[in-house]
């Protein structure tokens, strides 16, 4: 079955800081590929997605992810964060010939000291 | 930008008690969804919902859950004779089309207490 990883459980890092958050999947077709972020209390949000075409895809508040297929990696990326940062990040792969469903990674937590 | 809601936002039942968990999708979608997320685990998929039929389910989806879309807005989880391993986090989602090229709106979640 396919799965999804997430390495890093917990991050902590100060304002300003660099952000990458790593995502592997294990499945060799085609896959769809997000990242949602919840933030305290609230729903899951999409950041961005990935369905074909440039493999390093730009979202919301200034996060980026670049799609490697020979790595079967989709890291996240913010190049300096803000205390607004902090969140659970989750990772979430669909693949194309398997149906409907998202299998998510186990997610990071994410603290931006201010 | 609209939302997926969701009733209650939390809800503590006794165990061997039915739950109904409410999800009003986004007026437009036609996909729907139920995940679960078990305190310190990762969030699970448990069915997809198109047509007014379940498309897909996982081994989670047994006889003890079914979905209901009792008219043209609600769209409902209901858990029957429910078990301390039921507590969780509990998220419908929606979307346009299918995962492959559409986005899947999440609602803010139903925390369930089994206790």
């Known amino acids: 079955a396919q799965s999804v990883s997430q390495h890093n459980h917990h991050v902590i890092l100060s304002e300003a800081a660099s952000l990458e958050l790593g995502c592997n999947y294990s499945?060799?077709?085609?896959?769809?590929l997000f990242w949602y972020v919840q933030y305290p209390g609230q729903h899951l949000q999409l950041l961005l997605k990935?369905?074909?075409?440039?493999?390093l895809v730009k979202g919301i508040k200034g996060f980026e992810a670049e799609f490697i297929k020979s790595k079967f990696s989709f890291n996240l990326r913010k190049p300096s964060v803000q205390w607004s940062d902090t969140a659970e990040y989750f990772c979430?792969?669909?693949?194309?010939?398997?149906?409907?469903?998202?299998?998510f990674g186990g997610g990071t937590r994410v603290l931006v000291k201010p | 930008e609209p939302e997926v809601t969701q009733t209650p936002s939390h809800q503590v039942t006794q165990m061997g008690q039915e739950v109904i968990l409410r999800c009003v999708p986004i007026?437009?979608?036609?996909?729907f969804y139920w995940y679960r997320q078990i305190l310190g685990q990762k969030v699970e998929f448990l069915v997809s919902?198109?047509?007014?039929?379940?498309?897909?389910k996982s081994e989670i989806f047994d006889d003890q859950f079914s979905v209901e879309r009792p008219d043209g807005s609600n769209f409902t989880l209901k858990i029957r004779s429910t078990k301390l391993e039921d507590s969780a986090m509990y998220f419908c989602?929606?979307?346009?089309?299918?995962?492959?090229?559409?986005?899947?709106?999440f609602g803010e979640g139903s925390w369930l207490t089994v206790v």
């Open positions: 989602a929606s979307s346009e089309g299918g995962p492959s090229g559409n986005t899947i709106y």
């Open positions: 499945y060799g077709g085609t896959v769809n």
């Open positions: 990935y369905f074909s075409g440039d493999p």
């Open positions: 979430a792969v669909n693949i194309k010939a398997a149906g409907n469903k998202l299998t």
């Open positions: 007026s437009n979608h036609l996909y």
């Open positions: 919902f198109y047509n007014n039929e379940i498309s897909e």
